[in-house]
């Protein structure tokens, strides 16, 4: 009987020696936790200094306001749910007058974008501020002319304080200004798991099964992509010519065959699956992963300076792919807490909604 | 010099007397305050005793929750925006597949509607609970069948637990208990203002020209049908006969030529205005009033059982038009702080949005 206290310790203290080592594979193959520190922290989220609380909290009210939108009921929150894991849970987007997004795309997630290495399924855009340019003049989306936002904004006298005292007595609000401020925003949405808590230190965050599954994770090619601090956000090739069975990716054929990696963060809350939203089982996601997209070779043709992808399909077992799962669930993250905004009134010289509508 | 100060305080003291008899005249006239007592507001939003912090939370979750309509993407909060005066800010309700409200019914706030006597323009409902089943299902708004809905619900765990911890082991997670968890949140969204302050016996609460609104207010009838606590939610006489510009009124005619009268508080945040939300400018809005539904003779015809509705227009002066609208004003009230909810993840079981988006 007085054994079993002995083993058990033993097998803990072999356990933590195995998460050490753990921990350490996972670094080198380039995974990077959250940072603890809030200074470490700031310098990722915010390497030219450009939030300050003022343009934060401007920014949280644009992004919730519909009137940034040509209809007046669209907002950003609209397909980046902050309540749904900064998704909107539907195959492709939909906007305005319910327009599906036309190149079959599924909105990403905004919850640690700032860690992306560039913006949009195709990577055409360099940062949060660029990007949010984008959805709010689409047609399909915000739909909303840039005057008429400038407008919109500038004929509510609560906002134009606001953006004076985010940014100077001078500034211009446009949709530059204005998307800005929404990114100063979006620059805080991180959510730190229990796998950041792993990696900075907790050997005990994971449990056994979750270790199992980032051990198999690396060791089978996945990290090649899902790398980094957001695990994806970085441009990498896009297998075009397989069997691949959800392979309509919109315009990317164009784009160099390349697609940027979505992040595996809080992945639980953010199905259906893929740029094109065709997969709603996380299960059946890591099988096809295995078979289509790991383990690839790469060819650069010099004629055409295109990329030759051979794709070189993975082995994963039942087991495997459990641990996989296992560990995905494990970046489920802490969510910073938002309070609804309550937005200033329009005025009556504010431009009215334009809906569109019958 | 040492006249002045007298001369001062005599001018503040007789403003004073004259506030204690204005807010008498405004309690005989059947304007009531939002009560500061706690035990006092808990007794008039609450008097069945349903409100527990645990259907409250769950409710709210539920009212921000968009898997609580068909296409995954309509929320309660799309057309009762908690951070714009509860209201959608667009004339008539867009909703499901982008429809137009077909009776031309602009949504009405959800903000102190608590303590409205009736819901819906119609008044076809006579508590929140009752209410919030209305749009859920229908198909313009956000057209989910009731059996579709529970099945949502309930294939959510987080949800299922909530729903126990709120109702007990046995509930049954339907249409009737969501709304009624609905109903529950929606009850504690009352927005105190400085005019309840003034009711309340702060007499310098109001400004001397928001007191000669009120006065004015009183005094030419408005306070006939913007009364109680809301400053309406009753139902009230329609003048249908008139020449009243904005008369499309749906399918009141059908309904004894009854409405439900719209409350006042947060009126500014509120436009557009009117049933049909065809006015935007709100001293236009009450000099309208003043001319097509103030004063009024009612007389019940036997032979039809309906009203027979005699107009008498009041006569506004410019003056009284601002002394109105800047009491209007005072009744912007004080938001409770709502913070943004997590919403638990759908499962594998969980039926999935159906946009009917092509």
Same mark, same amino acid.
């Given at each position: ?24 594979? &996972? ?32 920014? =949280?009210? %644009? ?53 992306f290495?560039r913006q949009f399924w195709n990577g055409r855009s360099a940062s949060l501020e660029d990007q949010a340019q984008g ?7 915000? &739909? ?20 004076? =005292? &985010? ?12 998307a ?24 005990? &965050? ?54 940027k ?35 690839? /070779?790469?060819?650069?043709? /010099? ?12 082995? %994963? ?11 995905? =669930? ?17 005025? %009556? ?10």
């Amino acid at each position: 009987m007085k054994l079993l206290p002995i083993l058990l310790i033993s097998t803990i203290s072999s356990f933590l020696v195995a998460s050490t080592s753990l921990m350490e594979q &996972a670094k080198k193959a380039g995974l990077k936790p959250i940072p603890i520190d809030k200074k470490e922290l700031k310098k990722l989220i915010d390497p030219k200094r450009v939030i300050t609380p003022q343009r934060v909290e401007l920014g =949280k009210k %644009l992004y919730f306001d519909p009137r940034v939108s040509k209809s007046g009921l669209i907002n950003c929150n609209w397909c980046h749910n902050l309540g749904r894991g900064g998704v909107d849970g539907v195959p492709k987007a939909i906007g305005h007058k319910w327009s599906p997004n036309p190149h079959y795309l599924n909105s990403p997630t905004v919850y640690n974008a700032v860690f992306f290495k560039r913006q949009f399924w195709n990577g055409r855009s360099a940062s949060l501020e660029d990007q949010a340019q984008g959805p709010i003049q689409a047609g399909v989306e915000m &739909a909303i002319d840039h005057n008429l936002l400038a407008k919109r904004i500038n004929s509510i006298p609560a906002y134009v304080d606001e953006f004076k =005292k &985010a940014y100077g007595k001078n500034v211009k609000i446009d949709l530059k200004s204005i998307a800005n401020a929404i990114g100063a925003f979006e620059r805080t949405l991180v959510t730190p798991s229990r796998y950041d808590d792993f990696l900075n230190g907790d050997k005990k &965050a994971l449990t056994k099964q979750e270790q199992k599954g980032l051990k198999t994770f690396i060791d089978k090619g996945c990290v090649t992509c899902h790398t980094d601090i957001a695990l994806g956000g970085s441009m990498k090739p896009f297998e075009l010519n397989s069997k691949y069975k959800f392979r309509d990716v919109g315009d990317f054929v164009a784009n160099n065959k390349m697609v940027k990696v979505p992040t595996l963060r809080n992945i639980t809350e953010t199905a259906p699956y893929f740029h094109n939203g065709q997969m709603w089982n996380l299960r059946d996601v890591i099988k096809e992963m295995g078979k289509v997209q790991v383990g690839y /070779k790469i060819k650069k043709e /010099k004629s055409t300076n295109k990329f030759d992808i051979k794709i070189m399909p993975i082995s %994963l077992s039942e087991k495997d792919v459990d641990n996989i799962l296992s560990f995905l =669930k494990s970046l489920k993250g802490r969510k910073p807490t938002i309070i609804f905004p309550q937005l200033p009134e329009s005025t %009556l010289q504010t431009p009215k909604p334009i809906t569109d509508s019958k």
